[in-house]
T-cell receptor, first 112, second 107 residues
Framework: KAGVTQTPRYLIKTRGQQVTLSCSPI?????VSWYQQTPGQGLQFLFE???????NKGNFPGRFSGRQFSNSRSEMNVSTLELGDSALYLC???????????FGPGTRLTVL | AQRVTQPEKLLSVFKGAPVELKCNYS??????LFWYVQYSRQRLQLLLR??SRESIKGFTADLNKGETSFHLKKPFAQEEDSAMYYC?????????FGSGTRLLVRP
């Protein structure tokens, strides 16, 4: 089976802009989670979606949002970008809620 | 508060030496713990899940509820084991990660 895919792989934006990242889970997986990875804060949970519903949300401002489509694909959006949003954004999928999570390669976002 | 602690940022050993990567957790209830590995320029990969109690690439990890630890061990390190290792706790449908330990295996 193909693994989790994320697009784009690299992105450069300027402060104040917004960005949308996309994630395609492993075929048959219904749950998608998003994480932010930075050198200073490490890996931090953003949110998890299952059956098009957000089931859990991490401690991030409302500028961070996401959604899941009926085919389980997911997008996350960050509005009004700040320099501190520069990070590697990882998507993970699992068969069901609370199952083992498998990660994508990430989208590296740089905010200038 | 639920937390995962990996006290060592860097662990350097020689090839063939034993390896132990430390992980301690804070969690009320029965924890579900994982080890993930990230090789250079590769995605985060699942290494071990404590429930399965299997050995992957020679690594094992035992859950010690008394000491709230889930240390990762390998009897003989190989150069290809050099990578970043993350311990993670599954809680409320999310993974809580430790800060990671970089393992460097020298020839």
């Amino acid at each position: 089976k193909a693994g989790v895919t994320q697009t784009p792989r690299y992105l450069i934006k300027t402060r104040g802009q917004q960005v949308t990242l996309s994630c395609s889970p492993i075929s048959g997986h219904r749950s998608v989670s998003w994480y932010q990875q930075t050198p200073g804060q490490g890996l931090q949970f953003l949110f998890e979606y299952f059956s098009e519903t957000q089931r859990n949300k991490g401690n991030f401002p409302g500028r961070f949002s996401g959604r899941q489509f009926s085919n389980s694909r997911s997008e996350m959006n960050v509005s009004t970008l700040e320099l501190g949003d520069s990070a590697l954004y990882l998507c993970a999928s699992s068969l069901e809620l609370a199952d083992t999570q498998y990660f994508g390669p990430g989208t590296r976002l740089t905010v200038l | 508060a639920q937390r995962v602690t990996q006290p060592e940022k860097l662990l350097s050993v020689f090839k063939g030496a034993p390896v132990e990567l430390k992980c301690n957790y804070s969690y009320s209830g029965s924890p579900e713990l994982f080890w993930y590995v990230q090789y250079s320029r590769q995605r985060l990969q699942l290494l071990l899940r404590h429930i399965s109690r299997e050995s992957i690439k020679g690594f094992t990890a035992d859950l010690n509820k008394g000491e709230t630890s889930f240390h990762l061990k390998k009897p003989f390190a190989q150069e290809e084991d050099s990578a970043m290792y993350y311990c993670a706790l599954h809680s409320s449908y999310k993974l809580i990660f430790g800060s990671g330990t970089r393992l460097l295996v020298r020839p």
